[in-house]
């Protein structure tokens, strides 16, 4: 596949995941506006049953993926093969014209000759259908040509390095519409030596909610302020589970051997006494340890020590500001 038919595709996929979040966003809104006619016990199940649902998605971002691009079989495709003229119509309508014999009653009737036109005539529509039939078709390859022309310059510009390319296919094909759903803005770079760091604004404390909900074993709805440290334990998967998120993106539409993920949220600068946006998280992703991972059955926090990073976490009070990975010490050959 093509490199636009590779975005076609991967669009398609990222509009059904969409088509997907929205349809669940349609069931909540309606079970919202039937909210008021449940009775206080189903109440109380909804609001746990969205509350949970919250929790369990914003600690499995990792889990999933976009279709990967295979830029290696993009780069050592051949090229369409140019069509060749045929004559199937018109042989067949010759074939018939120079061998008419007339018939019997055909002599008997003076057909022949109207006949012999008529058949003439087909030689030259079938002429022209055989025409306009490699016309097409030379029209199509022609397109395709240059799709394939751009999609191996393309590969191989990635393979090289270029950073300009890097960055275009970042911005078409744009993956991470569900990470930005959950509240993360996401920007890239690519540095010197052509390593892509992305920065994720993660936004947590927006994010993670600051109170739990259960069911009592009356089944009424009970709420409570969420313990710091559960609050932090959230907040640390929900960081840890974009980071692997965005990286494992990044694998699927760039042929990188490793990606650095920043997270930057906003922490008390005692200095100044205003917040700030500072790193939180930075890691090196090698491609080849992400995949040697069962990336559904880890645990987005404790995985970072698959990887070179820098993360200050306590339980009790959280993130505290880090240096961010240093790219140039760092290379795509060392982490293979």
Known sequence: MGWKGTVRSIRATIREAERDAKRRQRELERDHKEYQKMQLLEQAAYEVEVYENKIERIQSLHKDCSETVDWHSIANSSPPVEPIKTAT???????????????????????????????????????????????????????????????????????????????????????????????????????????????????????????????????????????????????????????????????????????????????????????????ILSVAIARKTLLSLKIRYIDPSDSMSNFIHNMSFKKTKGFESVERVDPMGLSNERLR
């Open 89 to 279: 119509r018109a042989t067949k309508a010759s074939f018939k014209a120079n061998n008419y014999t007339p018939g019997f009653f055909d002599k008997i009737f003076k057909k022949g000759e109207r006949k012999q036109k008529t058949l003439n005539k087909a030689v030259l529509k079938a002429q022209s259908e055989d025409q306009q039939e490699y016309e097409d078709k030379l029209r199509e390859w022609k397109s395709e040509t240059a799709d394939w022309k751009e999609s191996a310059d393309l590969a191989k510009l990635l393979f090289a390095g270029d950073q300009e390319s890097k960055i275009n296919v970042i911005k078409e094909l744009n993956p991470f519409s569900e990470t930005s759903r959950m509240g993360s803005d996401i920007s890239f770079k690519v540095h010197a030596n052509s390593i892509v760091e992305a920065e994720i604004h993660v936004h947590g404390e927006d994010i993670v909610p600051s109170e739990t909900k259960s069911l009592l074993k009356s089944g009424k709805l009970s709420v409570k302020n969420m313990p710091k440290g559960m609050f932090y334990g959230i907040y640390q998967d929900y960081v840890c589970s974009c980071t692997l998120r965005v990286a494992n993106e990044l694998f699927s539409i760039l042929p990188e051997n490793m990606v650095i993920v920043t997270a930057v949220d906003e922490l008390l600068n005692t200095e100044s006494g205003h917040k700030e946006k500072l790193p």
